[in-house]
């Protein structure tokens, strides 16, 4: 799990009764979380991911990465109220994953900027800048934007 559970009193509804605001510190935390991670790799991108791992360790691989994108997902007979019905149960997972693909996109573009110089620039700690994308308010009802200021309160991002 991607997500700081201690933040929501674990297993416990009761520590944190609206589900809304649970949902909210525990996107937020594993947002918070994925940021915080020097890689990460998406399936579908494997040479992506492949060119991001080696110049984020600093290695290279001897053999190129196969991308196989066919699965036997395709085989499953499922309706469309059946594929609604996953997506909602699924929705804090869906809105990681797109924000893990912006970020992962901005990664990728930083280093490839950086490909071919010295620079020291830390490329790898990019934070997603355009949050756009990803708001398309995934949560029923949601108003988070992705964005990480400092709370004034407490000095913590937010």
């Given amino acids: ?15 944190i009764p609206d589900s809304d605001e649970r949902d909210r510190i525990l996107l937020d935390s594993a947002i918070a979380n994925l940021r915080q ?30 991308q196989f994108n066919n699965t036997q997902a395709h085989k499953a007979d499922v309706t ?17 994953y797109k924000f893990a693909s912006g970020l ?8 490839r900027a950086f490909h071919d110089s010295d620079s020291a620039t830390n490329w790898h700690a990019a934070g997603l800048k355009n949050t756009d ?10 108003t988070y934007n992705g964005d990480d200021e400092t709370d004034e309160d407490d000095g913590k991002e937010v």
């Fill in 104 to 111: 992962f996109d901005e990664r990728v573009q930083w280093a």
């Fill in 80 to 96: 469309d109220s059946e594929v609604m019905a996953v997506q909602k149960l699924n929705r804090l997972d869906l809105a990681l």
């Fill in 37 to 66: 991670m020097a890689f990460f790799g998406l399936t579908e991108r494997q040479a992506d991911s492949r060119f991001l791992f080696e110049r984020t360790f600093g290695i290279r691989f001897q053999r190129e990465f196969v």
């Fill in 133 to 142: 994308e990803y708001q398309d308010n995934v949560l029923d009802g949601d």
């Fill in 1 to 15: 799990m991607l997500a700081n559970l201690t933040l929501v009193g674990c297993y416990d509804h009761n520590a």
